[in-house]
């Protein structure tokens, strides 16, 4: 999973734009790792490989700063699909990249390697934090 956090005004982006980037930049990863994929049609958000979904894209912005971002299936157990309908698509299923290939997909090594995209795609510099850095005390009165 990955949270961006953005403000859309200073990139003077809207909302469908980011998402039009963001799955972007998550295509250009795959197709690092040999996966052709595509965004799905109209209807169908997120990033599909040979008719499954392979990563979602969902956000919250407030105003205009997104502070949610996507999920992307590495090494998903894909029977946990089985017992839900997944995105409210009953006819359509999630993949994995391990599904669709071969290979070592130990997370941390593949989140550095996806940081860079984004930057790429977005003309950001990526940071990391630790999650607790993150935190917030919330508005103060």
């Not at 490989?49 to 157990?77: M, W, Y």
């Not at 071969?102 to 790429?120: E, I, L, M, Q, V």
């Not at 795609?121 to 934090?129: H, K, P, S």
Request: proline fraction near 6%; glycine fraction near 10%; charged fraction near 20%.
């Amino acid at each position: 999973m990955g949270y961006p956090i953005l403000d859309l005004a200073q990139y003077e982006l809207t909302i469908p734009a980011y998402l039009q980037k963001l799955e972007q930049s998550l295509i250009d990863y795959l197709s690092d790792l040999g996966i052709d994929s595509e965004p799905g049609e109209r209807g169908l958000t997120g990033v599909w490989s040979r008719g499954e979904k392979v990563a979602c894209d969902r956000h919250q912005a407030e105003p205009s700063i997104v502070s949610h971002g996507f999920a992307l299936n590495l090494t998903t157990d894909l029977g946990y699909f089985d017992g839900i309908v997944p995105c409210g698509h009953a006819d359509k299923r999630p993949t994995s990249v391990e599904a669709l290939t071969a290979g070592d997909w130990t997370r941390k090594p593949r989140a550095n390697d996806y940081a860079g995209h984004f930057a790429s795609t977005f003309g950001v510099r990526a940071e990391w934090g630790a999650p607790e850095s993150m935190i917030t005390a919330g508005p103060t009165r």
